[in-house]
């Protein structure tokens, strides 16, 4: 008897690589022929090991042309047709809107689920043409996520509680996931780092709230303080909001910050950090802040959707205004006058990633929903 087929979309290789290959592995192993379908950017060679069938799609994150759209949304139009999933599962905002209309059309009854990343730079973005791109996203979103035999995953109460009282997503299809989650084995407690380190890491975007957090490194090293300040991550050209490479070198020039580039080997880059913080101004359920908690390491993050998820305001990190640099730097100050205080702060994160985000947790919830949607169409065979 064949396998029943699952198709996991997202926008690039590399993110559902970073995210969501956990969940790719579980349907493996319950029975599914599972393929996952994105852009390339180098990065797919891993799904093969794993027994996952990769697809290439033509998606563009940074083009608005209409002629590219056209042929992303044609091609999934194909790709379904030809897959007929019994069960497919979208991430970003694209892959929501193009994927669910695209089986709409080439494979009416198969189950959906999309996954919300953050309600999106695009709804709460004030760069140029944002506008333009919310009045074209929302009534697309409100169509598709309304489509029968689905479900909406959002990753923070604060998006799911929205998209219901704005009438994106009806209730009963909202289901609260954990984001990605956390290998609470690979990242785990690392100990006292050496000297005092504030680390930001993640994708170099102006909505990461970098220029705050260089600001605030200025603020702190003017009144005397010895920490290093860290930028870890790489630039994205392909994403609007990115920060250019020039610029980041220019703030190291000045000698505030310095700038480690892209890291493979999170533990270890975060076992260097006394401080981790994200001064972000959106965010889904930020996957840094998870694995900072998991390795005991005190956060700084911006009150907002998906941070104050993971971060309890003085249980295990500060919570900061956004767009704030004064307030971030006194945030961030009063962690590295307290060494008590960040250990406690440590602490008291690594049992909320255990407790509430582990990958293990996260992929079960996320099984729970598919056999939920497919009901007798699971696999017999499946644990």
Not at 310 to 327: K, M
Not at 358 to 376: I, W
Request: proline fraction near 6%; charge should be positive; glycine fraction near 8%.
């Amino acid at each position: 008897m064949a396998r029943p087929r699952a198709l996991l979309v997202a926008n690039v290789d590399w993110f559902f690589q970073s995210h969501f290959l956990p969940v790719g592995r579980a349907l493996r192993d319950c029975g599914f022929d599972v393929w996952v379908a994105s852009a390339d950017t180098g990065s797919s060679s891993v799904f093969a090991d794993e027994g996952l069938t990769w697809v290439r799609l033509p998606l563009w994150r940074k083009s608005a042309n209409p002629l590219r759209e056209l042929r992303s949304f044609v091609s999934l139009i194909r790709l379904y047709g030809r897959a007929q999933p019994a069960l497919v599962h979208h991430w970003t905002i694209k892959p929501v809107i193009y994927g669910t209309l695209a089986r709409s059309i080439a494979s009416p009854r198969t189950a959906v689920v999309n996954t919300i990343t953050g309600m999106s730079s695009a709804f709460v973005s004030m760069r140029k043409g944002a506008w333009l791109r919310r009045l074209i996203a929302i009534p697309l979103l409100r169509l598709v996520l309304r489509r029968p035999c689905s479900r909406v995953l959002f990753e923070n109460r604060d998006d799911l509680a929205h998209a219901v009282s704005t009438r994106l997503v009806p209730k009963d299809r909202a289901v609260l996931v954990g984001g990605a989650g956390v290998d609470c084995q690979v990242f785990r407690p690392l100990g006292t780092p050496p000297g005092l380190t504030v680390m930001l890491a993640g994708r170099l975007l102006w909505e990461k709230g970098l220029a705050e957090f260089v600001e605030a490194a200025r603020l702190l090293v003017s009144s005397g303080t010895t920490a290093r300040f860290v930028i870890v991550g790489a630039t994205d050209p392909q994403n609007l909001g990115s920060v250019p490479e020039a610029q980041i070198r220019r703030w190291v020039q000045e000698g505030v910050v310095e700038w480690w580039g892209h890291c493979q080997d999170m533990p270890g880059v975060l076992a260097r950090a006394s401080v981790v913080v994200l001064p972000s101004y959106s965010e889904g359920l930020p996957k840094v802040l998870l694995e900072a908690a998991a390795c005991e390491r005190p956060i700084v993050a911006t009150d907002i959707p998906g941070c104050r998820e993971i971060v309890r305001h003085e249980v295990n990190g500060l919570l900061v205004p956004p767009r704030d640099s004064e307030a971030l730097s006194a945030a961030i100050q009063t962690l590295l006058d307290d060494p008590d205080l960040r250990e406690r702060f440590g602490r008291a994160g690594r049992e909320v990633a255990v407790k509430e985000f582990s990958v293990e947790k996260v992929v079960s919830q996320t099984l729970d929903v598919y056999r939920e949607l497919l009901g007798d169409c699971w696999p017999e065979t499946a644990t």
